[in-house]
């Protein structure tokens, strides 16, 4: 397994990465995986890491225990005169950094029409120069704050349940996005919520999702929730965090294939 201290541009510096994490439902642990995603680039990869959460809920905040912001402003920093840097908090972690979301989000889709449709991919830019690793927590669903998110990653990663839509789902997920553009960033589906106890989910992980990498089901990943934490700060060991951990590697050694290409 290639070491993430070893993954370089040819100038020698660590090479940047946006690492989109969408799905096109709720309820699969899509935020989850983002917070837990960003907490291994800043603790086990030392990078310096922006969890940028693009929801409205504000779930990625919540899971890092940070508290609501008293002024809802995250879709301020999508103006012109926009200014990202002054709404970045600190977290427990060292590396990790937030950038909340809040429910100013929530009619953020129709106002970006009017923004321009790389105006996310070029806030990323800006906020390059301050962070290697910018994960980006997409709302639930397909509207325009997602696809410009998609537009702007290096990667995405696509959690999906284990149903015999999943596959049909990421689809969908591909013509939709190529139906406004000519291409899209390397996609990497994830079986989410996996129960090796229930014969569906095996005929699943054994059929379409082949070769997909499997998050299983596990009352340690819902406590997230309740200890407001990444499973990683506080179990370790388990094999949910295991899992979580091989996800990260593999996404490093993607992101330095696709690098060296």
């Not at 225990?65 to 879709?75: F, I, K, L, Q, Y």
């Not at 920093?77 to 709404?87: A, V």
């Not at 970045?88 to 100013?104: F, H, K, M, N």
Request: with cysteine; aromatic share 6%.
């Amino acid at each position: 397994m290639l070491s993430p201290r070893f993954i370089k541009v040819k100038q020698g510096r660590i090479a940047v990465a946006i690492i989109a994490v969408c799905s096109v439902k709720g309820g699969v642990g899509k935020t989850t995986l983002a917070v837990d995603l960003a907490w291994r680039s800043a603790v086990a990869g030392k990078y310096r890491t922006l969890l940028w959460d693009l929801d409205s809920q504000g779930g990625a905040g919540f899971l890092l225990g940070h508290d609501e912001p008293r002024v809802p402003r995250a879709a301020g920093i999508f103006q012109r005169d926009g200014k990202p840097r002054q709404l970045i908090e600190p977290t427990a972690y060292p590396g990790l950094s937030l950038l909340p979301g809040d429910t100013s989000l929530r009619g953020l889709p129709g106002a970006l029409a009017r923004l321009g449709p790389k105006r996310l991919a070029n806030i990323a830019g800006f906020l390059r120069a301050d962070f290697d690793r910018i994960i980006l927590d997409c709302p639930a669903g397909y509207n325009e704050l997602t696809e410009q998110a998609i537009m702007a990653a290096d990667l995405l990663i696509v959690p999906l349940p284990p149903s015999p839509l999943s596959a049909r789902s990421l689809d969908m997920l591909r013509r939709d996005i190529l139906r406004v553009h000519h291409r899209h960033p390397p996609i990497l589906p994830v079986l989410s919520m996996y129960s090796s106890r229930r014969m569906l989910h095996r005929t699943v992980r054994n059929g379409d999702a082949a070769g997909w990498p499997v998050i299983p089901f596990a009352s340690l990943i819902e406590q997230m929730a309740v200890r407001r934490a990444p499973l990683g700060a506080f179990s370790p060991h388990v094999d949910a965090a295991r899992a979580l951990a091989r996800l990260w590697h593999g996404i490093e050694t993607k992101l330095a294939t696709r690098k060296a290409a």
